[in-house]
């Protein structure tokens, strides 16, 4: 399953909740790929742990130089608009970290499937530190409510920290 790139996403493996092995995988993906800017997107209402990994990855981030980093956070229960967050990035970077429920991750890639910002100019990158669906949600695509085969496609050219 892991070979095929229909039934499964990219994955790298990390320790288990470990935020300074999240952060230092990140930087290293920077680093590899020569990304001087990222757009970290932190939800306001998920898991504490998301808050912690945010406050984390800019500590460590600002001392880094030469590579940017623009923090923004937002409320899922405010249900605000993801058009504007994803515009916004489209702005400063093309380099996204999601520190949020799955859900809302889903329903990011979604928006940014209708706005073509799925088309590979752009990465996406996420972290399930734990399998916790009642606590961070279930990264799957199928949800059969309709949009399962555009979420698909767009789950694939994510990149997913476990």
């Known amino acids: 399953m892991m070979g ?5 996403l ?12 999240f952060v230092t995988a990140c930087h290293n993906l920077m680093d590899k790929y020569a990304w001087k800017s990222v757009f970290l ?3 306001t209402n998920s898991a504490p742990l998301n808050g912690a990994m945010a406050s984390y990855f800019k500590a ?4 880094i130089i030469g590579q940017s980093t623009v923090y923004v956070s937002f409320s899922s229960a405010k249900n605000e608009s993801l058009t504007r967050v994803l515009r ?28 073509n910002m799925t088309d590979g ?13 009642n606590i961070h949600g279930n990264l799957t695509w199928l949800y059969h409510d309709g949009q399962d085969e555009g979420s698909g496609v767009t789950f694939f050219r994510g990149c997913l920290l476990t």
């Open 41 to 43: 997107l932190y939800d």
């Open 121 to 133: 100019n752009y990465v996406y990158i996420a972290m399930e530190a734990i399998f916790m669906p």
């Open 60 to 63: 460590a981030s600002d001392k």
């Open 88 to 115: 916004q990035f489209h702005n400063v970077s093309r380099v996204l970290i999601f520190l949020g429920h799955a859900a809302q991750l889903r329903q990011l890639l979604i928006t940014a499937s209708t706005l």
């Open 4 to 8: 095929n790139r229909q039934l499964s």
């Open 10 to 21: 990219t994955t790298i493996s990390t320790a288990y909740i470990s935020i300074p092995t």
